[in-house]
T-cell receptor
């Protein structure tokens, strides 16, 4: 079967750096997405990786290793507003999006 | 209005009621999606429409009935629901279904409670 694994919950301190991991086993691979979802709000697109390596967008970076079936989202200079759930999703060989259950990130002052 | 909007934002209904959820996208996209989001579970894809034609129906019970009258509007008609159907229902749209880099944009969801 197809599976996406991410930690259920993480806690970090304001101003620090946090890395949220995502591992996947899917039938084929056509890219990996990260979304942010604040409680009670819409998931919003953060990043898309299809080639190995690091993609940087301001305070957020996303890394992909296709050979390891692994990605991470790196958040720097954490702010209280970064408290949210972070969803990892992989597009498989049928172009279906397979979703993880999300990682709830709690930022403490 | 911009992006993807959904109404109502909250809905409480009894098991014998009939109600509809509405989604509208203002992005000029050709594909629209319904998802179910339950606590601590992955998003479950329910239905996909591409150019107003249904292309995916992932074994969803018949008490959920989608309708896509045009590429900007999507409805989910609900009848004789069960308490386990209580969840957040998310609508999304994307430029074109099936592209590798095709990105989905979500509405804020309808929080549904079935009593």
């Amino acid at each position: 079967g197809q599976n996406i694994d991410q930690p259920t919950e993480m806690t970090a301190t304001e101003g620090a750096i946090v890395q949220i991991n995502c591992t996947y086993q899917t039938s084929g691979f056509n890219g990996l997405f990260w979304y942010q979802q604040h409680a009670g709000e819409a998931p919003t697109f953060l990043s898309y990786n299809v080639l190995d390596g690091l993609e940087e967008k301001g305070r957020f970076s996303s890394f992909l290793s296709r050979s390891k079936g692994y990605s991470y989202l790196l958040l720097k200079e954490l702010q209280m507003k970064d408290s949210a759930s972070y969803l990892c999703a992989v597009r498989d060989s049928n172009y279906q999006l397979i979703w993880g259950a999300g990682t709830k990130l709690i930022i403490k002052p | 209005e911009t992006g993807v909007t959904q109404t109502p934002r909250h809905l409480v209904m009894g098991m014998t009621n009939k109600k509809s959820l509405k989604c509208e996208q203002h992005l000029g996209h050709n594909a629209m999606y319904w998802y179910k989001q339950s606590a601590k579970k992955p998003l479950e894809l329910m239905f996909v429409y591409s150019l107003e034609e249904r292309v995916e129906n992932n074994s969803v019970p018949s008490r959920f009935s989608p309708e896509c009258p045009n590429s900007s509007h999507l409805f989910l008609h609900l009848h004789t629901l069960q308490p386990e159907d209580s969840a957040l229902y998310l609508c999304a749209s994307s430029q074109a279904f099936g592209g590798a880099a095709d990105t989905q944009y979500f509405g804020p969801g309808t929080r549904l409670t079935v009593l």
